[in-house]
């Protein structure tokens, strides 16, 4: 949906380096949800995250991954040290409470 | 833990009916969605169910029994634009409402 707005929609990046990722969410939506896929595959939830707090971030991965939404500002998901097996469309979600969820575009991430 | 279990291809004629199910396993459920994605582009929300029943939206309706765990998407006079996956989500209470994601059937429309 083209409300929930996510840049960059293109990321390179290097092996090592911090890639980071912004999300928009839609207007009066307080709910951001981070999403990774692969090609092929399903979408694979992420974290969960309210204004500054987190709901739920039991698919975010132990190490290099984090994720925050400030009281003001976008929403960033922040991956230190990528490694190959990083790459993939991370897509964002708004929503209000419990009600349906909108996607923005992604964002397809290359580590080289 | 919560798992979602959906056919992984469908394939259908053009003009015709298909029904994709979805079955699930979660605590605290709280509804399941409906999603479309194609090729890898956003996917768009399609359909919500919170209560047993069918809901209608145009060419597509959706069905969920709580007690068998149970939904399915039914397209109806199906367009050669319906070819893309299709995702069935659930909200758990007990994720704080998060929706976890099924993987995905991919819809084929043949002429």
């Known amino acids: 949906n083209a409300g929930v707005m996510q840049n960059p929609r293109h990321l390179v990046r290097r092996r090592g380096q911090e890639a980071r990722l912004r999300c928009s969410p839609m207007?009066?939506?307080?709910?951001v949800y981070w999403y990774r896929q692969l090609p092929e595959e399903g979408l694979k939830f992420m974290v969960y995250l309210q204004k500054e707090n987190i709901i739920d971030e039991s698919g975010m991965p132990k190490e290099r991954f984090s994720a925050e939404f400030p009281k003001e500002g976008p929403s960033i998901l922040r991956i230190q040290q990528v490694v190959r097996g990083d790459s993939a469309a991370y897509f964002c979600?708004?929503?209000?409470?419990?009600?349906?969820?909108?996607f923005g575009q992604g964002t397809r991430l290359t580590v080289v | 833990g919560q798992s979602l279990e959906q056919p992984s291809e469908v394939t259908a004629v053009e003009g015709a009916i298909v029904q994709i199910n979805c079955t699930y396993q979660t605590s605290g459920f709280y509804g399941l969605s409906w999603y479309q994605q194609h090729d890898g582009g956003a996917p768009t929300f399609l359909s919500y169910n919170g209560l047993d029943g069918l809901e209608e939206t145009g060419r597509f309706s959706s069905f969920l029994s709580r007690s068998d765990s149970y939904g399915y998407l039914l397209l109806q006079e199906l367009q050669m634009k319906d070819s893309a996956s299709y995702f069935c989500?659930?909200?758990?209470?007990?994720?704080?409402?998060?929706?976890?994601f099924g993987k995905g059937t991919s819809l084929l429309v043949t002429p």
């Open positions: 979600a708004s929503s209000r409470a419990n009600t349906e969820a909108f």
């Open positions: 207007k009066g939506h307080s709910h």
């Open positions: 989500a659930v909200r758990s209470r007990n994720s704080g409402y998060a929706l976890n």
